[in-house]
């Protein structure tokens, strides 16, 4: 993980993700670009129980922390990105990943790659 911090996200590199891990919401939020996975929950309290994992995921991945957002009450988001760097790095595609493989669901937004780069 840490060897892969330095890798500046490339276009090719996003694709070689995209196809091997699933599609996450790619935003640019003034020129730093972030991942933007999503889920529903059933209740508020199984939202915060969510984020108790995405915590203990993130701290076993090698403190890659990402930003927590409960939106409603059944809106989960979580924000990925390298703040070192201000954009993203491999090791952010392999933290969402990892969430999005122990969350057993898929995010559910997509946003076009040509929009982005
Ligand atoms: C020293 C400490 O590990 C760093 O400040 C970590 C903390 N968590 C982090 N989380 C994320 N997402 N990006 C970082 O650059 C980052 N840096």
Redesign the pocket.
């Known amino acids: 993980m840490a060897g892969k911090a330095c890798c500046m996200l490339t276009p090719e590199l996003f694709l070689s993700h995209r196809l091997l891990d699933g599609i996450w919401l790619l935003a640019n939020e003034n020129g730093t670009l972030k991942l933007h996975p999503s889920w529903l929950v059933k209740s508020f309290t199984k939202g915060l129980g969510f984020f108790n994992r995405v915590a203990k995921i993130?701290e076993w991945e090698?403190?890659?922390?990402?930003d927590l957002l409960l939106v409603g009450w059944n809106n989960v988001k979580i924000d990925?990105?390298?703040?070192?760097?201000g954009g993203l790095t491999e090791n952010?595609f392999i933290c969402c990943s990892d969430q999005l493989a122990r969350s057993g669901r898929s995010s559910k937004k997509e946003e076009s790659f040509k929009s982005i780069f």
Do not use: L, N, R, S
């Not at 990925?80 to 760097?85: K, M, N």
């Open positions: 993130a090698g403190h890659h922390h990402p990925v990105w390298t703040h070192a760097i952010d």
